[in-house]
């Protein structure tokens, strides 16, 4: 498919998906721009000439808004991620993630922007008994982060129309390799622990877990991006490729470090109880059926390459970076 669009404006871009996102939009032919408060650093972006860095925070709708002249689309991915973000500050994640987001609506389409992507979270469903959770299931938050997530996707809603399109995507738990790595997301937590541990520690075990591969994370984006109006206009799209319990995750990984790094055998998995009681079990059927887009990377995969990376250097201090871990970043550097 050609491009829709020419200058595409993603919030968050410097952040775990946007370091894959970012490069692979340049690649295509985009002019984009990376609005993002960098509390992660700006280092891994690419140096290109189509490529616009500027260092804001969504909350500041007026920087922002000079920013969006000129856009064609948004594909919106800055956020508080994680529900253990909201340990650290209520404010700060309900300034960033519920009350900057209608006001940046609103200067998009005022702006022009002809497409607004949204990332929700497949989290909004909170727990559920329900086999397979569609997008039609109620949204049971069981934290701000879900509940903000869930609130702010009839906030772009509102404000759609025929030149100001909006989509959401409610994407699984991502995992895998990225330029700015994440290692507090359930599968990345596990392979770090088994390669440089030699022990993974499962709290529960049997929680269900809907995971996807990062670049199945960027393939969606890119696709939503040159997708007709008609196809994908209002729409909520869960994404997810394998729902698998926290104990498959971790006996995957330890099949996997032990393939890749046969030294480190046998990787003992430790069970211990956990109050983290979240379990559900996305049906991404939708996503396929409407938009002919199916995830093709696996958790396997997102193993694989986590260890290849580790086995290349890209990945020191694994533990003591805080770089890797959300919370402790935005506490050593006292966000507000």
């Known amino acids: 498919m050609s491009n829709r669009f020419n200058r595409v404006l993603v919030t968050g871009g410097a952040g775990y998906c946007g370091s894959i996102l970012t490069p692979q939009l340049l690649d295509m032919g985009y002019s984009v721009t990376v ?13 290109h000439p189509a490529l616009t860095v500027i260092e804001g925070d969504i909350r500041d709708t007026a920087k922002l808004a000079k920013c969006l002249e000129g856009t064609d689309a948004v594909i919106h991915l800055a956020c508080i991620s994680n529900d253990a ?36 979270s497949s989290s909004v469903y909170g727990i559920s008994e329900e086999p397979d959770v569609t997008e039609d299931h109620p949204l049971v938050p ?46 990345n937590i596990l392979t770090n622990h088994a390669v440089n541990k030699g022990e993974i520690t499962v709290f529960g075990g049997s929680q269900l877990r809907p995971n996807l591969h990062i670049q199945d994370y960027v393939d969606l984006c890119k696709i939503l991006l040159v997708l007709p109006d008609e196809k994908i206009a209002n729409g909520i799209f869960n994404c997810g490729f394998q729902n698998m319990s926290i104990m498959e995750i971790a006996e995957t990984v330890k099949k996997v470090v032990e393939e890749i790094f046969p030294d480190k055998a ?39 390459d986590l260890c290849q990376a580790f086995q290349d250097g890209k990945l020191p201090n694994s533990f003591d970076d805080d770089s890797y871990f959300n919370v402790r970043t935005m506490k050593a550097i006292g966000a507000k």
Do not use: W
Request: aromatic letters at 10%.
């Open 35 to 47: 609005y993002d408060i960098m509390y992660y650093g700006r280092d891994h972006l690419p140096d």
């Open 266 to 304: 046998p990787i003992n998995i430790v069970t211990t109880p956990s109050d983290d009681i979240r379990s559900y079990h996305i049906n991404s059927d939708k996503v396929r059926r409407v938009l002919g887009f199916e995830p093709k990377h696996t958790i396997e995969e997102a193993v694989r």
């Open 142 to 187: 069981l934290t701000l982060y879900n509940k903000y997530k869930g609130m702010c996707e009839p906030l772009l809603i509102k404000h759609t129309d025929d030149n100001f399109v909006g989509v959401i995507f409610r994407p699984a738990t991502v995992c895998g390799y990225g330029p700015r790595q994440r290692l507090d997301v359930s599968v």
């Open 85 to 120: 973000s909201f340990e650290l500050d209520e404010d700060l994640s309900t300034s960033v993630n519920l009350n900057a987001f209608e006001p940046m609506v609103v200067a998009a389409k005022k702006a022009g922007v002809k497409r607004f992507i949204y990332a929700s």
